[in-house]
T-cell receptor, first 115, second 113 residues
Framework: AQKVTQAQTEISVVEKEDVTLDCVYETRDTTYYLFWYKQPPSGELVFLIRRNSFDEQNEISGRYSWNFQKSTSSFNFTITASQVVDSAVYFC????????????FGKGITLSVRP | DTEVTQTPKHLVMGMTNKKSLKCEQH?????MYWYKQKAKKPPELMFV???????INESVPSRFSPECPNSSLLNLHLHALQPEDSALYLC????????????FGSGTRLTVV
């Protein structure tokens, strides 16, 4: 069975602070995919990143960066110099392949960035 | 076109009504999905279609009936819903079973009265 744990439920920061959102996953698959999605108050799920299990390189995209560590089954997401527009619910998700390609989501982290 | 389009964006229906949600993508994706999301919860998978065939039904009540008329279109037919079925219904598609290009639509916010 696949499982994604986002232990943080709500985080509140002041604008320009850095913030890290944690994600820990469990899977028996050797090939799997990890995702982060952002869901702003308007409701749509916005794709942020997809990482496959064979690619442990960290990734940076503007103010966003991701740290994937298979040894600890973690895929953490850092926002540098946060902005009010970053306020949203962030979901980490896991999919396998074949019949396991459905996405298993964590419970989500509500991030509030105050001006 | 890199979008999944869902219509309508909002829907209010009575418990005796029949309505349909529509999802369309023109990315050539061969897997399409319906998810249900209640407030403050993560999305939950309802159905998966792969190559226009239903491959996963997550024990969804029969008052929800999916249909995939062609590779670009996915419908969710609703009949005799309950107020607890009120939720955001999200459609997604991916290139294939490997989950490449997993893309969500913006959802239909359904209210059952």
């Amino acid at each position: 069975a696949q499982k994604v744990t986002q232990a943080q439920t709500e985080i509140s920061v002041v604008e320009k602070e850095d913030v890290t959102l944690d994600c820990v996953y469990e899977t028996r698959d050797t090939t799997y995919y990890l995702f982060w999605y952002k869901q702003p108050p308007s409701g749509e799920l916005v794709f942020l990143i997809r990482r496959n299990s064979f690619d442990e390189q960290n990734e940076i995209s503007g103010r966003y960066s991701w740290n994937f560590q298979k040894s600890t089954s973690s895929f953490n997401f850092t926002i540098t110099a946060s902005q009010v527009v970053d306020s949203a619910v962030y979901f980490c998700a896991l999919s396998g392949t074949g019949a396991n390609s459905k996405l298993t989501f964590g419970k989500g982290i509500t991030l509030s960035v105050r001006p | 076109d890199t979008e999944v389009t869902q219509t309508p964006k909002h829907l209010v229906m009575g418990m005796t009504n029949k309505k349909s949600l529509k999802c369309e993508q023109h990315m050539g994706h061969r897997a399409m999905y319906w998810y249900k999301q209640k407030a403050k919860k993560p999305p939950e998978l309802m159905f998966v279609y792969s190559y226009e065939k239903l491959s996963i039904n997550e024990s969804v009540p029969s008052r929800f009936s999916p249909e995939c008329p062609n590779s670009s279109l996915l419908n969710l037919h609703l009949h005799a819903l309950q107020p607890e079925d009120s939720a955001l219904y999200l459609c997604a598609s991916s290139q294939d079973w490997l989950g490449y290009g997993y893309t969500f639509g913006s959802g239909t916010r359904l209210t059952v009265v």
